[in-house]
């Protein structure tokens, strides 16, 4: 275990719905990144967030945003969803920008129909 | 951007055999390279790395190589026991614009039977 946890689990949505998933980071790790995981695929980076302000961004549309908040916990929140965001979303933490390792959580299943 | 490429798509050996995953990657300024096991229903576990001012690394049953020259490292893993069964990743470090990003190999579905 990691001591990253998301919520939650899973959720099915419907087209041009908005969701928004939640990760709590490793205790001591101020940076977090966000993966999309589709099925039968590697994770695609999203976009990372340190000391609340994002410090990097993958090739996502902006209907893909996210929070970091004091306490270093994350949001991810997709806008306008289209079948193609169904996926497993993982959330991973670090221990500081230029700190290599990520550990990842358990991820969040989301289903658009 | 950084491309990572993972051989082979899936791997069957026998329990006691040894594994072998490569991946090739293309930026030459990587410089972590991380290797995870991902079990159905759970996230990605990491379990081992390496930088690129090593050339090989080794935790137990488990070794990861790396070749600066030819841009590719591989992950050995010897005696192989059935719970070793699993997808795993291999990934490439890419810290320009992107973040500290990790770019991630599509993945290598290993299964040891008994």
């Known amino acids: 275990e990691t001591g990253v946890t998301q919520s939650p689990t899973h959720l099915i949505k419907t087209r041009g719905q908005q969701v928004t998933l939640r990760c709590s980071s490793q205790s001591g790790h101020n940076t977090v990144s966000w993966y999309q995981q589709a099925l039968g695929q590697g994770p695609q980076f999203i976009f990372q967030?340190?000391?609340?302000?994002?410090?990097g961004r993958g090739n996502f549309p902006p209907r893909f945003s996210g929070l970091q908040f004091p306490n270093y916990s994350s949001e991810l929140n997709v806008n306008a969803l289209e079948l193609d965001d169904s996926a497993l979303y993982l959330c991973?933490?670090?221990?500081?920008?230029?700190?290599?390792?990520?550990?990842f959580g358990p991820g969040t299943r989301l289903t658009v129909l | 951007g950084e491309n990572v490429e993972q051989h082979p798509s899936t791997l069957s050996v026998q329990e006691g055999d040894s594994a072998v995953i490569k991946c090739t990657y293309s930026?030459?300024?990587?410089?972590?390279f991380p290797w995870y096991k991902q079990e159905l229903g759970k996230g990605p576990q990491l379990i081992i790395d390496?930088?690129?001012?090593?050339g090989e690394k080794k935790d137990q049953r488990i070794a990861v190589t790396l070749n600066k020259t030819a841009k590719h490292f591989s992950l050995h893993i010897t005696e192989t026991q059935p719970e070793d069964s699993a997808v795993y990743f291999c990934a490439a470090h890419a810290s320009s614009n992107s973040g500290y990003a990790l770019n991630f190999g599509k993945g290598t579905s290993l299964l040891v039977t008994p």
């Open positions: 967030y340190y000391r609340e302000e994002e410090n």
């Open positions: 390496i930088r690129s001012n090593v």
């Open positions: 991973a933490s670090s221990s500081g920008v230029g700190r290599d390792e990520q550990f």
């Open positions: 930026d030459s300024a990587s410089n972590y």
